[in-house]
């Protein structure tokens, strides 16, 4: 499985932005499509964005289309997320997955995990 390294957390002020990175040690990074997901505090982990192994097709939550932007980077083994106009409900551990199946989005189907980074929201 993919060793996968989350970073680019931090505390934000509400309307802020932040960018995400997802870094894979994994040199068959490219074959795989990732997403992100998170976990509100005392809540389940739920999907974010995914991006393809190609990056030609993007797919996102509705809660966050719009604000957010999945892309990729195969060339240095590394996913992003960008996110714009933060709200205080998008506070959460953010975390990316890989898969080899783009059609995924259920948490429970994913293998290869990072160790998360908290993103945290304020008003």
């Known amino acids: 499985q993919v060793q996968l390294t989350e970073s680019g957390g931090g505390l934000v002020q509400a309307g802020g932005s932040l960018r995400l990175s997802c870094s894979a040690s994994?040199?068959?990074?490219?074959?795989?499509?990732m997403a992100w997901f998170r976990q509100p505090p005392g809540k389940e982990r739920e999907f974010v964005a995914k991006?393809?192994?190609?990056?030609?097709?993007?797919y996102y939550a509705d809660s966050v289309k719009g604000r957010f932007t999945i892309s990729r980077d195969n060339a240095k083994n590394t996913v992003y997320l960008q996110m714009n106009n933060l709200k205080p409900e998008d506070t959460a551990v953010f975390y990316c997955a890989a898969t080899p199946d783009y059609r995924l989005t259920n948490p429970a189907d994913f293998g290869s995990w990072g160790q998360g980074t908290q993103v945290t929201v304020s008003s």
């Open positions: 994994e040199r068959t990074f490219s074959s795989y499509n």
């Open positions: 991006i393809s192994w190609t990056g030609r097709s993007t």
